[in-house]
Structure formats: structure tokens, C-alpha cells
T-cell receptor
Framework: AQSVTQLGSHVSVSEGALVLLRCNYS??????LFWYVQYPNQGLQLLLK??????LVKGINGFEAEFKKSETSFHLTKPSAHMSDAAEYFC???????????????FGTGTRLTIIP | DTEVTQTPKHLVMGMTNKKSLKCEQH?????MYWYKQKAKKPPELMFV???????INESVPSRFSPECPNSSLLNLHLHALQPEDSALYLC??????????????FGAGSRLTVL
């Protein structure tokens, strides 16, 4: 079975500062990893994904994440925080490509990012 | 068109009511999902339809009844719900197979309140 652990349910950073949201995964096989963002009263939006290939993944809104197998981590970073980045961020994992709709996406518990003006 | 549209956005119902949540997508995705999200919690998978057939049911109580009339539509029929069923219900869709698989596109959700 797969799982993800997000360290820190709340993270606050100053506007313009580095954003670092932590995610560690547990998987018996090479995982597929995702970061989703949820703004208040909205659904989830994909920020970026890692499936295979390059371990540094770039996403939307200036975010990126690096897959580190040795550390079982997939931390999300952004060099300079913007007020519009305030939201809930979810790390997620699945074990295989879903060809038949029978591969589950398991979400972490989420990290609420607050930006301090 | 890269959207998943959910209606209604808000629904208040009594425990004896029957209501339905609707979801529509026109991206050609052949997998559709229902998730339940309680406040300050991650989404929890309820059902998955692939090629219009139910492929995953996460032991959801029978008072929730999903339906997939065609590849673009997904319904969730609600009957005899409990107050603890109050939550944000999220619909999502994805491709099956290929590089876009496992990438879910979510709707904005239907916020359900059961009185």
C-alpha cells in the first residue's frame, strides 16, 4: 500500500520568501507523485507531477518539486512567495498508470500555506 | 474545454429528502470520480467509473448511489442522508492509460448540508 506524509499542517512565510512544503512517501514500487492546490471553496488543481524521467519537475505558478528516491521525498518549493499562493496544498501518490480506473490516488493530509505581507 | 462542471454548488437537504449531485465533463476522459471532503481534511475517494462502469466502490453506504449515464456525465443520488454526511463533494475526471492518466481534473465541488 502507498501513503504520503506531509510535514507541517500549517506553514507561514513572508511575501518574497522561499516556500518549502514537505512530502514524504511510502511505496513498495516506484511511485507516481503529485502536488495539488486547493483555493478556498474550490476544487483541487494540479500543480505538477512526477511519473518517470527527470527528477526535478516544474509546475505552474513558479512551483517545482524534486523526486529524491534515497530520501523518499517529493518536497514542493517556490523561490519567492506571492500573496496569491495562500491556499491548501496536497501531496498525492499512486502506484501505477491507471489504464482501467482501478489505481487509487492517495492524498496527504494537506498543508495550509499562509503568506505574511 | 478543460473543465469539470458540478451542480448544484450548494445543497441543503433534510434526512428524508432525495436529491442528486451532477457532474459533467467534455474532455473525452473515460474515468470519473466522486470524492468526499470534510473541512480541513483531504479528499476521500468514494467511487470510480471507468468506461462508464463502476470500477471502485470504497465501501460507501448505500444511501449514496452513483450513476454514470454516459461518458460525459456522472451523478450521485442521495437518499436518507445523515448530518455527518455534510461535506464538499468533489467530482473529477481523468484519462485512462497514456501520459495523462492519473492526472485528475476536479470540479469546484457541491457543498452539501444535511439537516
Amino acid at each position: 500500500a502507498q501513503s504520503v506524509t506531509q510535514l507541517g499542517s500549517h506553514v507561514s512565510v513572508s511575501e518574497g520568501a522561499l516556500v518549502l512544503l514537505r512530502c514524504n512517501y511510502s511505496s513498495s514500487v516506484p511511485p507516481y507523485l503529485f502536488w495539488y492546490v486547493q483555493y478556498p471553496n474550490q476544487g483541487l488543481q494540479l500543480l505538477l507531477k512526477y511519473t518517470t524521467g527527470a527528477t526535478l519537475v516544474k509546475g505552474i505558478n513558479g512551483f517545482e518539486a524534486e523526486f529524491k528516491k534515497s530520501e523518499t521525498s517529493f518536497h514542493l518549493t517556490k523561490p519567492s512567495a506571492h500573496m496569491s499562493d495562500a491556499a491548501e496544498y496536497f501531496c498525492a501518490v499512486s502506484l501505477a498508470i491507471s489504464n482501467f480506473g482501478n489505481e487509487k490516488l492517495t492524498f496527504g493530509t494537506g498543508t495550509r500555506l499562509t503568506i505574511i505581507p | 474545454d478543460t473543465e469539470v462542471t458540478q451542480t448544484p454548488k450548494h445543497l441543503v437537504m433534510g434526512m428524508t429528502n432525495k436529491k442528486s449531485l451532477k457532474c459533467e465533463q467534455h474532455m473525452g476522459h473515460r474515468a470519473m470520480y466522486w470524492y468526499k471532503q470534510k473541512a480541513k481534511k483531504p479528499p476521500e475517494l468514494m467511487f470510480v467509473y471507468s468506461y462508464e462502469k463502476l470500477s471502485i466502490n470504497e465501501s460507501v453506504p448505500s444511501r449514496f448511489s452513483p450513476e454514470c449515464p454516459n461518458s460525459s456525465l456522472l451523478n450521485l443520488h442521495l437518499h436518507a442522508l445523515q448530518p455527518e454526511d455534510s461535506a464538499l463533494y468533489l467530482c473529477a475526471s481523468s484519462r485512462l492509460g497514456g501520459p495523462g492518466a492519473n492526472v485528475l481534473t476536479f470540479g469546484a465541488g457541491s457543498r452539501l448540508t444535511v439537516l
